[in-house]
């Protein structure tokens, strides 16, 4: 089993930036993909950026040249620098994992850009 916990979500103003956190524990040696999610209000779960293995790192169309998603392996912890925020971006954000056969995600963490 993997846990994972976001933090770092907040309110920022547009054009601002954030940084985004999520820790794994447990059985983080099987996790295989790792990245960020976000439901935006009354919309769908989408992707925003996710290391897919060793490949270098996939982001959402909307988010490119914006975001970056980093991760530090020695604290097992996955980072989303998010620049030049724009209101659209504003919905939950969730970490996600995958390992062979599961799915994990965090509880989330909530950020709103708005004036």
């Known amino acids: 089993q993997v846990q994972l916990v976001e933090s770092g979500g907040g309110l920022v103003q547009p054009g601002g930036s954030l940084r985004l956190s999520c820790a794994a524990s447990g059985a983080t040696y099987t996790i295989i993909n790792i990245g960020w999610y976000r439901q935006p209000p009354g919309n769908q779960r989408e992707m925003v950026a996710l290391?897919?293995?060793?490949?270098?790192?996939d982001y959402g169309d909307s988010v490119k040249g914006r975001f970056t998603i980093s991760r530090d392996d020695a604290r097992d912890t996955v980072y989303l620098e998010m620049h030049s925020m724009k209101p659209e971006d504003t919905g939950v954000y969730y970490c996600y994992g995958r390992s062979r056969g599961s799915t994990y995600w965090g509880q989330g963490t909530q950020v709103t850009v708005s004036s």
């Open positions: 290391f897919r293995g060793s490949s270098p790192p």
